[in-house]
T-cell receptor
């Protein structure tokens, strides 16, 4: 039974570019949440998707957008990359609504903006 | 918004010692999560609990809902337990609706042989 799969594992982008990160949830899960973890910090909630809609959003600018597909997989898009966007991006899947049912985390995508 | 405080931030102990990590939060919750993160980033969920106590191997997690406090204990600690341990709770009390997690800053545990 595959857990949460994230791709790519590592990525280097130039300031101003756009990036797309991908997440496949654990089998049986229908909700995907995205988190940003800067070096030495705890993860910060970006947003959560369920039924192809954004259900909750953390304190992130509109440059951060997402999408969920009918097969429950999800993408995180970041436009106009800044150096400060360099971080580990974690995806977590769960059964709606998530908080009371537990999460499975992926290994993350390490994004470096130069 | 829920606020999470974890202590200690850093902990170095000798193999075999009993370890305790504490977590306090500010708003009532449906469940609290203890997570483990190794260098390289991947997060593993250790426990999700809403009351009482849970045990898995040498790990024990307790929660006191009235006091908004939880503890993670490791018995007979081993160098392979070295990792960052993170407490997480729902971002805000949403009564069953959508809820991301807010995380503590983590406890960096090193167990020396």
């Amino acid at each position: 039974d595959a857990g949460v799969t994230q791709s790519p594992t590592h990525l280097i982008k130039t300031r101003g570019q756009q990036v797309t990160l991908r997440c496949s949830p654990k089998s049986g899960h229908d909700t995907v949440s995205w988190y940003q973890q800067a070096l030495g910090q705890g993860p910060q909630f970006i947003f959560q998707y369920y039924e192809e809609e954004e259900r909750q959003r953390g304190n992130f600018p509109d440059r951060f957008s997402g999408h969920q597909f009918p097969n429950y997989s999800s993408e995180l898009n970041v436009n106009a990359l800044l150096l400060g966007d360099s971080a580990l991006y974690l995806c977590a899947s769960s059964t709606w609504p998530g908080a009371a049912y537990g999460y499975t985390f992926g290994s993350g995508t390490r994004l470096t903006v130069v | 918004k829920n606020e999470v405080e974890q202590s200690p931030q850093n902990l170095t102990a000798q193999e075999g010692e009993f370890i305790t990590i504490n977590c306090s939060y500010s708003v009532g919750i449906s469940a609290l999560h203890w997570l483990q993160q190794h260098p390289g980033g991947g997060i593993v969920s250790l426990f999700m609990l809403s009351s009482g106590k849970k045990k898995h191997g040498r790990l024990i997690a307790t929660i006191n809902i009235q006091e908004k406090h939880s503890s993670l204990h490791i018995t007979a600690s081993h160098p392979r337990d070295s990792a960052v341990y993170i407490c997480a709770v729902p971002l805000r009390y949403s009564g069953g609706g959508a809820d991301g997690l807010t995380f503590g800053k983590g406890t960096h545990l090193i167990i020396q042989p």
